[in-house]
């Protein structure tokens, strides 16, 4: 697994190559889908591409944040 932000300033900054080493890719919230799939549409061709719905306001590893990471991921892998 890896992480990556949508936006330049990111502190890792998606890429093409990262989506193309992706199996399944997970967005939180759909503003973050779509900006993938306007920048990146090509790599994201036969990608699984998976919006969560969960808004884009909690800090890194924030407990809350990954208990709902552990609730909606597990019925995607």
């Known amino acids: 697994a890896s992480s990556a ?3 330049n300033d990111a502190e890792n900054p998606l890429s093409a190559e990262m989506i193309e ?3 399944i ?3 939180m919230e759909k503003t973050h889908r779509t900006k993938l ?3 990146y549409r090509t790599a994201l061709k ?3 591409l ?3 719905d969960i808004p884009d306001n909690y800090t890194f590893m ?3 944040l990954v208990q709902l990471l552990e609730k ?3 019925g995607y892998l």
Do not use: S
């Open 37 to 39: 799939q306007t920048r």
């Open 21 to 23: 080493w992706a199996d």
């Open 62 to 64: 924030e407990p809350a």
């Open 46 to 48: 036969n990608k699984r």
């Open 72 to 74: 909606k991921v597990p």
């Open 25 to 27: 890719i997970f967005v």
């Open 5 to 7: 932000g949508t936006n």
């Open 50 to 52: 998976i919006c969560l």
